[in-house]
C-alpha cells in the first residue's frame, strides 16, 4: 500500500525566503507525481506533474523535483509571498490501481509572514 | 487546466436527512470521477470511483448504501449521503480525469458538508 509522507507539517517563513517542502512515498513505481495548493476550505489547485521519466519540472517561482529510485520529491518556491501561505499537498496514484487514483500526503501547512 | 465545478460549496442538514453534492466536468468529458473526503488536518481519503454508465467502485470501509454515486453522463457525478449523521460532517471533494490529459486529475472546489 502506497503512503505518502510531508515534512514539515508545518513552516512560517519571511517573505521574500526561499523554501523547500519535502514528500517521500513507499512505492517508487509511480506513474506521475502531482503537487497541489490548498487553501482554507477550498478544493484543490494543480501546480505541478511531473511524468515519472521526469527528473523536474517549473512553473513560475516553483520548481518540483523527484527521484523516483529514492522515493523523494521536493518542491520549491522562490522568493516567497504572502499569497503563497495555503497547504500544499502532494500525491501519487495508488499502487496497482488507476494512474488517477491518488494518495496523498497530510500537507505542509505554510505561512509567508509579511 | 480543465475545469471541475463542485456544487454546492457548503451544506448544512439535518440529521437523518439525505444531501446530494454535484461534480461536473465544465469543458472536458471524464470517463473517471473520484470522490474525496478530508478530514480536518488529515490528508484526503478516497472513497470511490465513478465510471461513466457502470456502477461506482467503492474503497475498503466505505459503506455504498450510505454514500450513494451516480456517473449518468460524461460530465456529472452525484453524491448523495443518505440518512446523514453528525459523524459525516466533513470537506467532500471531487476530481475528473480524462485519458487524453496526460494522466492529470483536476479537482473541484470542495464541498463542506455539516449535519447538525
Known amino acids: 500500500k502506497q503512503e505518502v509522507t510531508q515534512i514539515p507539517a508545518a513552516l512560517s517563513v519571511p517573505e521574500g525566503e526561499n523554501l523547500v517542502l519535502n514528500c517521500s512515498f513507499t512505492d517508487s513505481a509511480i506513474y506521475n507525481l502531482q503537487w497541489f495548493r490548498q487553501d482554507p476550505g477550498k478544493g484543490l489547485t494543480s501546480l505541478l506533474l511531473i511524468q515519472s521519466s521526469q527528473r523536474e519540472q517549473t512553473s513560475g517561482r516553483l520548481n518540483a523535483s523527484l527521484d523516483k529510485s529514492s522515493g523523494r520529491s521536493t518542491l520549491y518556491i522562490a522568493a516567497s509571498q504572502p499569497g503563497d501561505s495555503a497547504t500544499y499537498l502532494c500525491a501519487v496514484p495508488n499502487s496497482g490501481g488507476s494512474n488517477y487514483k491518488l494518495t496523498f500526503g497530510k500537507g505542509t501547512l505554510l505561512t509567508v509572514n509579511p | 487546466g480543465a475545469v471541475v465545478s463542485q456544487h454546492p460549496s457548503r451544506v448544512i442538514c439535518k440529521s437523518g436527512t439525505s444531501v446530494k453534492i454535484e461534480c461536473r466536468s465544465l469543458d472536458f468529458q471524464a470517463t473517471t470521477m473520484f470522490w474525496y473526503r478530508q478530514f480536518p488536518k488529515k490528508s484526503l481519503m478516497l472513497m470511490a470511483t465513478?465510471?461513466?454508465?457502470?456502477?461506482?467502485?467503492?474503497e475498503q470501509g466505505v459503506e455504498k448504501d450510505k454514500f450513494l454515486i451516480n456517473h449518468a453522463s460524461l460530465t456529472l457525478s452525484t453524491l448523495t449521503v443518505t440518512s446523514a449523521h453528525p459523524e459525516d460532517s466533513s470537506f467532500y471533494i471531487c476530481s475528473a480525469a480524462w485519458a487524453g490529459r496526460n494522466t492529470e486529475a483536476f479537482f473541484g472546489q470542495g464541498t463542506r458538508l455539516t449535519v447538525v
Open positions: 465513478s465510471n461513466e454508465g457502470s456502477k461506482a467502485t467503492y
